[in-house]
T-cell receptor, first 114, second 113 residues
């Protein structure tokens, strides 16, 4: 059973701080990793994808991947109250298929307080 | 057009009803997915269609019947559902290939009475 584990929440940070979300995965063959943001009552929204070791930055978001340690993280700089949501880490299972098969972590609830 | 659309937004049905959920995308994606999401849980994969062919059925009960009429459309036919099937049903799509990004539609909130 492929597993994805996220750091237990909920996580509460003050406005303007850096929020750090972490995720580990068990499938060593996985090659693609995603972070989704889900507001209460809404569907998941893709915010970052990462495929190579190292950092990938997009605005206030930075994803970090370390395949040797089987670790993915998401940093949110200058956190805003609008960042308050559940963040889902998703890992594509290896398999050589024409479609993806995502395994999701349980999600981390982030609250940014003013 | 970078959207996945789903209809209806909300659906209430009795256990003897037959209803269908519809999903549409015009991004040229050739992989489409149905997920089920219960409150405070991550999405659970139900079905995957690749090039309009059913590729994965995650042991979903036969009261859920998927259909992919063409490369842009995905339906989920519902019959004789149980109250525990009440959930948010999400459609997603991606380009063909294992590692491509999946984009979710807004979902259908289903309540089974």
């Amino acid at each position: 059973q492929k597993e994805v584990e996220q750091n237990s929440g909920p996580l509460s940070v003050p406005e303007g701080a850096i929020a750090s979300l972490n995720c580990t995965y068990s499938d060593r063959g996985s090659q693609s990793f995603f972070w989704y943001r889900q507001y209460s009552g809404k569907s998941p929204e893709l915010i970052m994808s990462i495929y190579s070791n190292g950092d990938k930055e997009d605005g206030r978001f930075t994803a970090q991947l370390n395949k040797a340690s089987q670790y993915v993280s998401l940093l949110i700089r200058d956190s805003q109250p609008s960042d308050s949501a559940t963040y889902l880490c998703a890992v594509n299972q290896a398999g050589g298929t024409s479609y993806g098969k995502l395994t999701f972590g349980q999600g981390t609830i982030l609250t940014v307080h003013p | 057009d970078t959207e996945v659309t789903q209809t209806p937004k909300h659906l209430v049905m009795g256990m003897t009803n037959k209803k269908s959920l519809k999903c549409e995308q015009h991004m040229g994606h050739r992989a489409m997915y149905w997920y089920k999401q219960k409150a405070k849980k991550p999405p659970e994969l139900m079905f995957v269609y690749s090039y309009e062919k059913l590729s994965i059925n995650e042991s979903v009960p036969s009261r859920f019947s998927p259909e992919c009429p063409n490369s842009s459309l995905l339906n989920l036919h519902l019959h004789a559902l149980q109250p525990e099937d009440s959930a948010l049903y999400l459609c997603a799509s991606s380009h063909a290939g294992q590692d491509n990004e999946q984009f979710f539609g807004p979902g259908t909130r289903l309540t089974v009475l």
